[in-house]
Structures are given as C-alpha cells and as structure tokens.
C-alpha cells in the first residue's frame, strides 16, 4: 500500500543552518506530495505541495523536489530561524481514491536553537 | 479564512465510558475526515465521509464510530472507551486538490 518514510525524528539546529529532513515515499499511482507543518497546540498546516507536473514547491523559504527515480521528496531551507521550530510531516496524497485521502509520514521535530 | 472547529479541545473520560467528538466546518467542503495522532505513527485515519450521511472506514476504525448529520458536521464516538484511545484527536475537511484544513485537535485522556 501507501506509505511515506520519515527517519529523522528530530533535528536540532542553530539559527542561521541548513535544514534538510529527509523523506521517501512508496505508490503505484503517480503522487501527489505534501509537506505540512505543525506548530505547538495547533492542527498540522499545508506548507506546500509538489505533483509531478511541477516536480518543484517552495514557500515561506522552504524547498522541496520530488525525484521519481529514488521516490524521495526531501524538505530543505538554506537558513532556519527560531520561529521555525515544529512539527513537519511528509504527506502522500492517494489519487488512487476519490477521497483525497492522505498518508502521513511520523513526523519530524526540529528544534531552532537561537 | 478556512475554519474547521473541534469540542471539547479537552476531555478526560472513564474506561467503558461512552466520548463524543464533535467537529464543525465552514468550508463547504464535501470530504470531512478523522484522525489521531500517536508519537512516532504521524496521523492515521480513522473514518472519513464524502458527504451528509455517509461514513467510511479509514485504516483503523477499531472501537470508533463516525456520524455525518450534515455537510458542516462530523462526529466521531467511542461507545466504550479503553486507555489505548488516549491520543490527540484531529478533524480536517478538503479533498485532494484543495488542501486539507484542520481543527486545532481535542486531547483525549481514558483512565
């Protein structure tokens, strides 16, 4: 079935650094990627969104690229801030279902030290 | 501005207790879904509805019960609620072209 890969479960940077989260993904069906963010006591927030019509998202600084060939959909920002710091998932969406159903990876929490 | 409300954001119950969640949008979206959140699984789905009257079940419906009374609202029960159903519980609404919004979570405690 679905199902998206996060290993890192946290990550602990100083302000300024590279951020890079790690994220691999498994489908039959051409996907639709996410990444989503969650802040302390809110529900997760769509960051932003890659389908392989455009291969590429960026938003609020943050990158990410869906790479068919090694199924990876990795996240990246050149220089992380404190207001940075939460929660982000790795999101597949299921185009194989009407529902728009979605497959969240465990999540990764980083932690922006200033 | 997408809004999608959940009540109680707190609710402590009793093993063998009977918990109603109750979710509300204002979207208009047709797709409505339940999740929880468990540390180190991400989210899961629970159940989900395409529309007013029908329910789905997600990947791990076990123990829960969902109710879609209108195109607003969302219910997810516990009939008989064990310990192992503590967690954060989260609603959202959308459809796969249009994000999903969620609620802010209810935090679930069974003792």
């Known amino acids: 079935g679905d199902s998206v890969t996060q290993m890192q479960g946290q990550v602990t940077l100083s302000e300024d650094d590279f951020l890079f989260i790690n994220c691999t993904y498994s489908?039959?069906?051409?996907?639709?990627l996410f990444w989503y963010v969650q802040y302390p006591g809110e529900g997760p927030q769509l960051l932003l969104k890659?389908?392989?019509?455009?291969n590429k998202g960026i938003s609020r600084g943050f990158e990410a690229t869906y790479d068919k060939r090694t199924t990876s959909f990795h996240l990246q920002k050149a220089s992380v801030q404190e207001s940075d710091s939460a929660v982000y998932y790795c999101?597949?969406?299921?185009?194989?279902?009407?529902?728009?159903?979605?497959?969240f990876g465990a999540g990764t929490q980083l932690i922006v030290i200033p | 501005e997408a809004a999608v409300t959940q009540s109680p954001r707190n609710k402590v119950a009793v093993t063998g207790g009977k918990v109603t969640l109750s979710c509300n949008q204002t979207?208009?979206?047709?797709?409505m879904y339940w999740y929880r959140q468990d540390t180190g699984h991400g989210l899961r789905l629970i159940h989900y509805?395409?529309?007013?009257?029908?329910?789905e079940k997600g990947d791990i419906p076990d123990g829960y019960k969902a109710s879609r009374p209108s195109q607003e609202n969302f219910s997810l029960i516990l009939e008989l609620a064990t310990p192992s159903q503590t967690s954060v519980y989260f609603c959202?609404?959308?459809?796969?072209?249009?994000?999903?919004?969620f609620g802010p979570g209810t935090r679930l405690t069974v003792l």
């Open positions: 979207n208009n979206h047709n797709n």
């Open positions: 509805s395409y529309g007013a009257g029908s329910t």
């Open positions: 489908t039959t069906w051409y996907p639709t």
């Open positions: 959202a609404s959308g459809d796969l072209r249009v994000e999903q919004y």
């Open positions: 890659v389908t392989t019509a455009n």
């Open positions: 999101v597949l969406g299921d185009r194989g279902s009407a529902l728009g159903r979605l497959h």
